[in-house]
Nanobody, 120 residues
């Protein structure tokens, strides 16, 4: 059974840092494309960062380039999002996602989300 569990969110002051974790089970992060999304109140969910399966290439939304880093630990089967220089506009619920191939076609799996609040 595929499961994604996020953790690491919280309240942080502007300029601070947080590291989000996404613990995966039921599949292998090393060979799966994964991504982080976020959704702020009243806004659509948006892609923040993504990492490919084999090869581990990364890409980022322009709004977080140079501040956020996506990575994974293949031994722990966990994906991370290191967030530095946080801004109030980074406040949102952050979700991890993967898309896996199934007999009926690709299926998207989401975690339950973790709240990040950037405020003084």
């Amino acid at each position: 059974q595929v499961q994604l569990v996020e953790s690491g969110g919280g309240l942080v002051q502007p300029g601070g840092s947080l590291r989000l974790s996404c613990a995966a089970s039921g599949f292998t992060v090393r060979t799966s494309a994964m991504s982080w999304y976020r959704q702020a109140p009243g806004k659509e969910r948006e892609l923040v960062a993504a990492i490919t399966g084999v090869g581990g290439s990364t890409n980022y939304a322009d709004s977080v380039k140079g501040r956020f880093t996506i990575s994974r630990d293949n031994v722990k089967n966990t994906m991370y999002l290191q967030m530095n220089s946080l801004k109030p506009e980074d406040t949102a619920v952050y979700y991890c996602k993967t898309v896996l191939g199934r007999y009926g076609g690709p299926v998207a799996y989401w975690g339950q989300g973790t709240q990040v609040t950037v405020s003084s």
